[in-house]
Protein backbone atom coordinates (compact mmCIF):
# COMPACT_ATOMS: atom_id res chain seq x y z
CA UNK A 1 0.00 0.00 0.00
CA UNK A 2 1.53 3.46 -0.83
CA UNK A 3 2.11 6.21 2.03
CA UNK A 4 -1.44 7.73 0.86
CA UNK A 5 -3.15 4.73 1.16
CA UNK A 6 -3.48 3.64 -2.45
CA UNK A 7 -4.05 0.90 -3.28
CA UNK A 8 -4.80 0.93 -7.32
CA UNK A 9 -2.40 -0.26 -9.47
CA UNK A 10 -1.75 0.91 -12.77
CA UNK A 11 -2.41 -0.03 -16.48
CA UNK A 12 -1.14 0.59 -19.82
CA UNK A 13 -3.27 -0.18 -23.15
CA UNK A 14 -1.10 -2.48 -25.15
CA UNK A 15 -1.88 -0.74 -28.31
CA UNK A 16 -1.09 2.78 -27.66
CA UNK A 17 2.55 1.27 -28.21
CA UNK A 18 1.64 0.97 -31.72
CA UNK A 19 3.62 -2.55 -31.63
CA UNK A 20 2.52 -5.81 -31.41
CA UNK A 21 0.91 -7.57 -29.00
CA UNK A 22 4.22 -9.50 -27.15
CA UNK A 23 6.60 -6.43 -27.82
CA UNK A 24 3.41 -4.35 -26.52
CA UNK A 25 3.72 -6.44 -23.70
CA UNK A 26 7.72 -6.29 -22.86
CA UNK A 27 7.26 -2.40 -23.26
CA UNK A 28 4.41 -2.79 -20.51
CA UNK A 29 6.66 -4.41 -18.30
CA UNK A 30 9.70 -1.93 -19.22
CA UNK A 31 7.85 1.28 -18.30
CA UNK A 32 6.80 0.32 -15.05
CA UNK A 33 3.08 -0.71 -15.40
CA UNK A 34 1.26 -3.58 -13.25
CA UNK A 35 -1.01 -4.86 -16.18
CA UNK A 36 -1.98 -4.37 -19.43
CA UNK A 37 -5.44 -3.77 -21.45
CA UNK A 38 -5.43 -5.88 -24.31
CA UNK A 39 -7.83 -4.86 -27.37
CA UNK A 40 -9.29 -8.71 -28.54
CA UNK A 41 -11.17 -7.29 -31.40
CA UNK A 42 -9.30 -8.56 -34.20
CA UNK A 43 -6.16 -9.89 -35.68
CA UNK A 44 -3.55 -12.14 -33.09
CA UNK A 45 -6.10 -11.06 -30.33
CA UNK A 46 -9.40 -12.06 -31.86
CA UNK A 47 -10.88 -14.78 -29.86
CA UNK A 48 -11.44 -16.98 -32.70
CA UNK A 49 -7.83 -16.73 -33.87
CA UNK A 50 -6.64 -17.98 -30.32
CA UNK A 51 -6.80 -21.73 -29.16
CA UNK A 52 -7.21 -23.61 -25.87
CA UNK A 53 -3.57 -23.62 -26.09
CA UNK A 54 -2.77 -20.11 -27.35
CA UNK A 55 -4.91 -18.47 -24.36
CA UNK A 56 -3.13 -20.70 -21.54
CA UNK A 57 0.53 -19.74 -23.23
CA UNK A 58 -0.41 -16.16 -23.58
CA UNK A 59 -1.44 -15.86 -19.53
CA UNK A 60 1.23 -17.60 -18.71
CA UNK A 61 3.43 -15.07 -20.45
CA UNK A 62 1.96 -12.46 -19.27
CA UNK A 63 2.60 -13.82 -15.70
CA UNK A 64 6.14 -14.68 -16.37
CA UNK A 65 6.10 -10.88 -17.07
CA UNK A 66 5.32 -10.11 -13.81
CA UNK A 67 2.37 -8.49 -15.06
CA UNK A 68 -1.77 -9.26 -14.81
CA UNK A 69 -4.48 -8.57 -17.25
CA UNK A 70 -6.34 -5.51 -15.99
CA UNK A 71 -9.20 -5.81 -18.82
CA UNK A 72 -9.80 -6.47 -22.30
CA UNK A 73 -10.81 -3.80 -24.42
CA UNK A 74 -13.79 -5.41 -26.83
CA UNK A 75 -14.69 -2.29 -28.52
CA UNK A 76 -17.26 -3.47 -31.68
CA UNK A 77 -17.51 0.56 -32.53
CA UNK A 78 -17.74 -0.27 -36.70
CA UNK A 79 -21.56 0.56 -37.57
CA UNK A 80 -22.45 2.43 -34.38
CA UNK A 81 -22.25 0.30 -31.63
CA UNK A 82 -25.37 -1.56 -30.40
CA UNK A 83 -27.91 1.02 -31.80
CA UNK A 84 -28.38 -1.02 -35.15
CA UNK A 85 -30.94 -3.84 -34.09
CA UNK A 86 -29.81 -5.85 -37.19
CA UNK A 87 -26.19 -5.93 -37.09
CA UNK A 88 -26.11 -7.07 -32.89
CA UNK A 89 -27.03 -10.66 -33.50
CA UNK A 90 -23.31 -11.03 -34.66
CA UNK A 91 -22.14 -8.35 -32.36
CA UNK A 92 -23.68 -9.77 -29.09
CA UNK A 93 -22.16 -13.07 -29.83
CA UNK A 94 -18.68 -11.38 -31.03
CA UNK A 95 -18.97 -10.11 -27.07
CA UNK A 96 -19.83 -12.70 -25.62
CA UNK A 97 -16.70 -14.91 -27.01
CA UNK A 98 -14.71 -11.68 -26.05
CA UNK A 99 -16.00 -12.12 -22.55
CA UNK A 100 -14.90 -16.22 -22.21
CA UNK A 101 -11.20 -15.03 -23.42
CA UNK A 102 -11.24 -12.00 -20.88
CA UNK A 103 -12.05 -14.63 -18.20
CA UNK A 104 -9.62 -17.24 -19.37
CA UNK A 105 -6.97 -14.45 -19.15
CA UNK A 106 -7.21 -13.66 -15.75
CA UNK A 107 -9.91 -10.67 -15.95
CA UNK A 108 -13.69 -10.21 -15.24
CA UNK A 109 -13.95 -6.98 -17.15
CA UNK A 110 -14.03 -5.98 -21.12
CA UNK A 111 -14.48 -2.45 -21.92
CA UNK A 112 -16.53 -0.86 -25.00
CA UNK A 113 -18.27 1.65 -26.54
CA UNK A 114 -22.01 1.06 -26.99
CA UNK A 115 -22.79 4.14 -29.18
CA UNK A 116 -24.58 7.26 -27.97
CA UNK A 117 -27.32 6.72 -25.36
CA UNK A 118 -30.85 8.69 -26.76
CA UNK A 119 -31.79 11.18 -24.44
CA UNK A 120 -35.39 9.73 -25.26
CA UNK A 121 -36.07 6.14 -23.41
CA UNK A 122 -38.52 5.25 -26.12
CA UNK A 123 -36.49 5.66 -28.78
CA UNK A 124 -35.88 2.43 -31.21
CA UNK A 125 -31.70 3.07 -30.57
CA UNK A 126 -32.21 3.20 -27.15
CA UNK A 127 -34.50 -0.12 -27.34
CA UNK A 128 -31.50 -1.75 -29.38
CA UNK A 129 -28.54 -0.83 -26.93
CA UNK A 130 -30.76 -1.22 -23.85
CA UNK A 131 -31.60 -5.25 -25.25
CA UNK A 132 -27.68 -5.54 -26.38
CA UNK A 133 -26.60 -4.65 -22.81
CA UNK A 134 -29.02 -6.40 -21.00
CA UNK A 135 -28.39 -9.97 -22.88
CA UNK A 136 -24.65 -8.97 -22.39
CA UNK A 137 -25.06 -7.84 -18.55
CA UNK A 138 -26.61 -11.39 -18.38
CA UNK A 139 -24.09 -13.49 -19.61
CA UNK A 140 -21.14 -11.17 -17.60
CA UNK A 141 -22.71 -11.89 -14.65
CA UNK A 142 -22.89 -15.76 -15.39
CA UNK A 143 -18.97 -15.40 -15.90
CA UNK A 144 -18.75 -13.58 -12.69
CA UNK A 145 -17.39 -11.28 -15.14
CA UNK A 146 -18.48 -7.50 -15.92
CA UNK A 147 -19.50 -5.72 -19.45
CA UNK A 148 -17.97 -2.18 -18.71
CA UNK A 149 -19.42 0.84 -20.93
CA UNK A 150 -16.83 3.41 -21.56
CA UNK A 151 -18.02 7.21 -20.52
CA UNK A 152 -17.82 9.92 -23.03
CA UNK A 153 -20.83 9.57 -25.26
CA UNK A 154 -23.16 11.05 -22.86
CA UNK A 155 -23.19 12.99 -19.61
CA UNK A 156 -22.41 11.01 -16.65
CA UNK A 157 -26.22 11.47 -15.27
CA UNK A 158 -27.86 9.85 -18.56
CA UNK A 159 -25.49 7.21 -18.55
CA UNK A 160 -26.87 6.43 -14.65
CA UNK A 161 -30.30 6.47 -16.12
CA UNK A 162 -29.76 4.00 -18.58
CA UNK A 163 -27.47 2.05 -16.29
CA UNK A 164 -30.07 1.79 -13.26
CA UNK A 165 -32.82 0.82 -16.21
CA UNK A 166 -31.14 -2.43 -16.79
CA UNK A 167 -32.44 -5.52 -14.76
CA UNK A 168 -28.54 -7.20 -14.47
CA UNK A 169 -25.47 -6.55 -12.90
CA UNK A 170 -23.02 -7.47 -15.21
CA UNK A 171 -23.56 -4.25 -17.14
CA UNK A 172 -20.48 -1.89 -15.46
CA UNK A 173 -18.67 1.34 -16.03
CA UNK A 174 -14.75 1.71 -17.91
CA UNK A 175 -14.35 5.61 -16.58
CA UNK A 176 -12.59 7.64 -18.92
CA UNK A 177 -12.16 11.16 -17.49
CA UNK A 178 -11.07 12.88 -21.03
CA UNK A 179 -14.10 11.37 -22.85
CA UNK A 180 -16.39 13.65 -20.82
CA UNK A 181 -13.84 16.76 -20.86
CA UNK A 182 -12.83 16.60 -24.99
CA UNK A 183 -17.06 15.33 -25.90
CA UNK A 184 -19.58 16.03 -23.65
CA UNK A 185 -17.89 18.95 -21.55
CA UNK A 186 -19.18 17.20 -18.17
CA UNK A 187 -17.43 16.84 -14.89
CA UNK A 188 -15.34 14.22 -15.34
CA UNK A 189 -14.62 14.56 -10.75
CA UNK A 190 -18.39 15.23 -10.08
CA UNK A 191 -19.01 12.29 -12.57
CA UNK A 192 -17.35 9.77 -10.33
CA UNK A 193 -19.91 10.18 -8.01
CA UNK A 194 -22.60 10.24 -10.28
CA UNK A 195 -21.48 6.45 -11.64
CA UNK A 196 -19.66 5.39 -8.70
CA UNK A 197 -21.97 2.19 -8.30
CA UNK A 198 -20.51 0.90 -11.26
CA UNK A 199 -17.24 1.72 -12.02
CA UNK A 200 -14.56 -1.17 -12.32
CA UNK A 201 -12.06 0.22 -14.68
CA UNK A 202 -10.53 3.50 -15.37
CA UNK A 203 -9.00 4.88 -18.23
CA UNK A 204 -5.75 7.81 -17.42
CA UNK A 205 -5.73 10.26 -20.19
CA UNK A 206 -5.82 14.07 -20.97
CA UNK A 207 -7.49 16.16 -23.11
CA UNK A 208 -9.26 19.90 -24.02
CA UNK A 209 -12.21 20.84 -26.08
CA UNK A 210 -11.96 23.94 -27.86
CA UNK A 211 -15.05 24.00 -29.33
CA UNK A 212 -18.63 22.59 -28.32
CA UNK A 213 -19.07 19.31 -30.01
CA UNK A 214 -21.64 17.01 -30.98
CA UNK A 215 -21.63 13.59 -29.26
CA UNK A 216 -23.65 12.12 -32.49
CA UNK A 217 -21.15 13.07 -34.77
CA UNK A 218 -18.18 12.30 -32.71
CA UNK A 219 -19.63 8.60 -32.18
CA UNK A 220 -20.75 8.11 -35.64
CA UNK A 221 -24.33 7.85 -33.91
CA UNK A 222 -27.11 6.72 -36.57
CA UNK A 223 -29.28 9.25 -34.84
CA UNK A 224 -27.16 12.11 -36.17
CA UNK A 225 -28.76 14.51 -38.67
CA UNK A 226 -26.40 16.63 -40.72
CA UNK A 227 -25.62 20.12 -39.74
CA UNK A 228 -24.60 23.31 -41.60
CA UNK A 229 -21.76 23.57 -39.49
CA UNK A 230 -20.24 19.83 -40.20
CA UNK A 231 -16.63 20.28 -41.99
CA UNK A 232 -16.07 23.62 -40.76
CA UNK A 233 -12.49 23.77 -39.06
CA UNK A 234 -12.09 24.21 -34.99
CA UNK A 235 -10.48 26.91 -33.55
CA UNK A 236 -7.89 24.57 -32.11
CA UNK A 237 -4.39 23.97 -33.38
CA UNK A 238 -4.56 22.29 -36.87
CA UNK A 239 -8.61 22.67 -37.31
CA UNK A 240 -8.91 20.54 -34.25
CA UNK A 241 -12.08 20.67 -32.38
CA UNK A 242 -10.66 19.06 -29.15
CA UNK A 243 -6.67 17.62 -28.51
CA UNK A 244 -5.62 14.41 -26.49
CA UNK A 245 -2.84 15.90 -24.80
CA UNK A 246 -0.05 14.14 -22.35
CA UNK A 247 -1.20 13.96 -18.37
CA UNK A 248 -1.19 17.02 -16.60
CA UNK A 249 -1.49 19.25 -20.24
CA UNK A 250 -5.24 19.20 -20.60
CA UNK A 251 -8.05 20.27 -18.58
CA UNK A 252 -9.07 16.77 -16.42
CA UNK A 253 -8.47 18.07 -12.89
CA UNK A 254 -6.79 14.81 -12.01
CA UNK A 255 -5.51 15.89 -8.16
CA UNK A 256 -9.59 15.83 -7.91
CA UNK A 257 -10.42 12.87 -9.99
CA UNK A 258 -8.04 10.53 -8.16
CA UNK A 259 -9.40 12.01 -4.82
CA UNK A 260 -12.99 10.92 -6.00
CA UNK A 261 -12.49 7.22 -6.82
CA UNK A 262 -10.07 6.91 -3.23
CA UNK A 263 -13.40 8.76 -1.88
CA UNK A 264 -16.11 6.14 -3.66
CA UNK A 265 -13.84 3.32 -2.45
CA UNK A 266 -12.22 2.13 -6.13
CA UNK A 267 -9.55 -0.07 -5.19
CA UNK A 268 -8.90 -0.91 -9.51
CA UNK A 269 -6.43 -0.41 -12.25
CA UNK A 270 -5.55 3.12 -13.26
CA UNK A 271 -4.97 2.20 -16.87
CA UNK A 272 -3.37 4.78 -19.01
CA UNK A 273 -4.18 4.92 -22.89
CA UNK A 274 -2.70 7.17 -25.19
CA UNK A 275 -4.08 7.36 -28.72
CA UNK A 276 -2.20 9.92 -30.62
CA UNK A 277 1.26 11.78 -30.24
CA UNK A 278 4.76 10.71 -32.51
CA UNK A 279 6.28 9.13 -29.67
CA UNK A 280 3.71 7.04 -27.47
CA UNK A 281 6.35 4.94 -25.14
CA UNK A 282 7.88 8.34 -24.01
CA UNK A 283 4.52 9.46 -23.29
CA UNK A 284 3.32 6.65 -21.41
CA UNK A 285 6.26 6.43 -19.43
CA UNK A 286 5.74 10.06 -18.29
CA UNK A 287 2.27 9.20 -17.93
CA UNK A 288 3.23 6.52 -15.42
CA UNK A 289 5.73 9.02 -13.37
CA UNK A 290 2.77 11.68 -13.26
CA UNK A 291 0.67 8.45 -11.84
CA UNK A 292 2.98 7.36 -9.44
CA UNK A 293 3.50 11.24 -7.78
CA UNK A 294 0.19 10.95 -6.76
CA UNK A 295 0.00 7.39 -5.91
CA UNK A 296 3.48 7.69 -4.15
CA UNK A 297 2.39 10.71 -2.47
Excluded at 107 to 129: F, K, L, W
Excluded at 155 to 168: E, I, V, W
Aim: aromatic share 8%.
Amino acid sequence: MAANGWTNRVGVLVDSFRVDVREGLKKAKAVGADGVQLYAVKGEMDPANLTPADRKELRDYIASLGLEVSALCGDLTEGHGFQDMRANAGKIEKSKRILDLAVELGTGIVTTHIGVVPQDPNSRYYAAMHDACEELGQYAASLNAKFAIETGPETASLLRRFLDSLGTHGVAVNYDPANFVMVTGDDPVLGVYTLKDYIVHTHVKDGIRFDKRNPLRVYSSLEYVPHEDDGKPGSGPGGRQALETPLGEGAVDFRGYFAALQDIGYTGYLTIEREVGDDPETDIRGAIAFVNRFRNG
